[in-house]
């Protein structure tokens, strides 16, 4: 599935990628204009119009919205969608592009995971964690993985739509429709996320009503680690993020580029056991920290500077200061 919104470049970047493994069936989502953008019925039109590309034999499904439901309903109601007529579908948004090499990939872990209920999501990007720490295995098992290109199964997902019912309707002009609804309180299972950082996140984000810093994507990780459930992160960066630019709606960050592609090397190398790799999922809360920690957003609201912002990113992210944070968390879980 694919899903789309007002940048008809990335689009079809990402579905000349999707055209190489010519997929029998697919879905398109794309959401509709927003009232106080005149820019965006034109861009909105022309991202649809991508889609006419598509010119080999498959199975087309299209779901339009006519009016904008912004981010979260149209992931999520789209999600719903699919997944109300397939069992399993791997899901890029506009602005991921997977390497070839993500549809085999994807495809077999679907098909050897698909009956373990303890695997809920198959993740395409590895949000720079060492390929080191994989310990010579091509994934390893994490609480939570990047949805920059990904893959599930209806049952997981209806799962997660089952305690998580928000429904984006608006019940007035002025209802947003999209305010965080669970039926039961999201608690982490123990020994789901190994440092402080990343259970404080977590925490907040299962009670936050703050749908721009917790979105849909950490609704879902929530429900995950409620269930004690795991991800399957890649050793190697197979969906690269083109999505930080100017025209981004959540993700505009001057200067930030995403790691670039690095192709699965088949057969796939896979771990001895199907438990938490704590090593990658340190480095993946500690990755979450440095771009979305309290840090980062006091220094987003500090710096203003594009160039500025670039400069101290580059030093958060450098090496020496990676190591530190690795050896600061080390220290944390002693205590």
């Known amino acids: 599935m694919l899903i789309a919104f007002n940048r008809p470049h990335l689009a079809r970047r990402t579905l000349a990628a999707i055209r190489e493994a010519a997929p029998e069936r697919v879905f398109l ?3 509709g204009p927003r009232a106080d953008r005149p820019d965006d019925a034109a861009l909105c039109a022309e991202t649809r119009a991508v889609f006419d590309e598509i010119d080999w034999p498959c199975q087309v499904e299209r779901r339009f919205s006519e009016v904008n439901l912004g981010v979260e309903g149209n992931v999520e109601l789209g999600l719903d969608w699919v997944f109300a007529q397939v069992p399993e579908a791997l899901v890029f948004e506009d602005d991921c592009t997977p390497d070839p090499t993500f549809f085999p990939y994807a495809e077999e872990l679907l098909e050897r995971y698909r009956d373990d209920d303890r695997v809920w999501q198959i993740a395409g990007n590895r949000h720079g964690v060492p390929p080191r720490l994989y310990k010579g295995n091509s994934y390893a098992f994490s609480t939570w993985a990047s949805v920059w290109g990904w893959a599930t199964w209806a049952d997981r997902w209806q799962r997660h739509r ?5 429904d984006h309707v608006r019940r007035s002009p002025t209802d947003a429709g999209d305010a965080p609804v669970r039926t039961v309180p999201a608690v982490p299972a123990p020994g789901t996320l190994v440092t402080r950082a990343g259970q404080r996140h977590f925490t907040e984000a299962a009670a936050s009503d703050d749908v721009v810093t917790h979105g849909w994507d950490k609704h879902w990780w929530v429900t995950i680690m409620s269930e004690g459930g795991l991800c399957i992160a890649p050793a190697g960066n197979l969906v690269v993020n083109g999505g930080f630019g100017a025209d981004a709606t ?15 090397q088949f057969p796939l190398r896979h771990p001895a056991e199907v438990a938490l790799d704590v090593d990658v999922e340190r480095e993946l809360e500690l990755h979450l920290n440095r771009v979305g920690g309290p840090a980062a957003r006091i220094a987003r609201r500090l710096i203003k500077s594009p160039r500025l912002r670039r400069a101290a990113r580059a030093a958060v992210n450098s090496r020496p200061a990676k190591s530190a944070a690795r050896a600061a968390a080390r220290m944390t879980q002693r205590s």
Do not use: K, L, Q, W
């Open 29 to 31: 989502i794309a959401d």
């Open 162 to 166: 089952a305690v998580f019912t928000r």
């Open 250 to 264: 959540h993700g505009y960050s001057p200067g930030r580029e995403d790691d670039p592609a690095e192709p699965m």
